[in-house]
């Protein structure tokens, strides 16, 4: 590339860019609403869990207080809980489940978890001292209906108004999507298990 084409690249790469700035700039200033919001992340690719525990530890370098409720895993510890009860006085840490729906086989019982997951998770979404909830796999025991859906939505509106709540799981009921305030729906491209390669520490557990 010449001196010259380097040149007008530069110089309609700098306009676009400041296109682009007044057009954020101006988003920016046009949202002023400031609340507790309600994040889900849903679909069939990796990563859901752990975003919602990346925002968790982002919460805790702010300095807020957070909650954790896991509604199916608990048949093993992962890294996310071992090293977060590193930290009990910022982050209180719930494994409600007993693993995944197709190791426990027994829907009485996993009804019965999910039921006393929900009035844990009740709890923290009653205690206007907590800035962040995560509910880890909630979306997938409204999937088998373990809980109702209608109660589940009605305890999240009636959080403390600066409360955030981070929803995981695949398969997010139509009404907490509504009711949510930002949704990413997580798409697999590939996936080393489909390789035959076992889930590693640092990486699934």
């Known amino acids: 590339m010449s001196t010259q084409d380097s040149d007008a690249l530069n110089q309609r790469h700098a306009a676009r860019m400041q296109r682009k700035k007044e ?26 869990s752990s975003s919602g525990f990346g925002m968790v530890i982002r919460a805790m370098g702010h300095g807020m207080q957070t909650g954790v409720v ?27 489940g007993e693993g995944y729906t197709w190791e426990t086989q027994d829907r009485t019982r996993d009804i019965e978890k999910a039921a006393a997951a929900w009035d844990v998770a009740r709890t923290l979404l009653s205690d206007s001292a907590i800035g962040l909830v ?40 139509q009404e907490l999507i509504d009711v949510a305030d930002t949704v990413t729906d997580m798409a697999v ?8 390669i076992k889930a590693q520490r640092g990486v699934e557990l």
């Open 134 to 173: 995560l509910l880890d796999e909630l979306n997938i025991a409204l999937k088998y209906r373990y809980l109702d859906v209608a109660q589940v939505v009605a305890d999240l509106q009636a959080r403390p108004p600066m409360q955030h709540v981070v929803i995981t799981g695949r398969g997010a009921p």
């Open 70 to 96: 896991q509604f199916v895993k608990g048949a093993f510890a992962t890294g996310e809980e071992l090293f977060l009860r590193q930290f009990a006085a910022q982050c209180r840490f719930h494994v409600m």
């Open 189 to 196: 491209v590939k996936h080393a298990f489909q390789q035959g």
């Open 23 to 48: 057009v954020v700039d101006a988003k920016i200033a046009a949202a002023t609403d400031e609340r507790g919001v309600i994040v889900i992340t849903t679909g069939n690719g990796k990563g859901k």
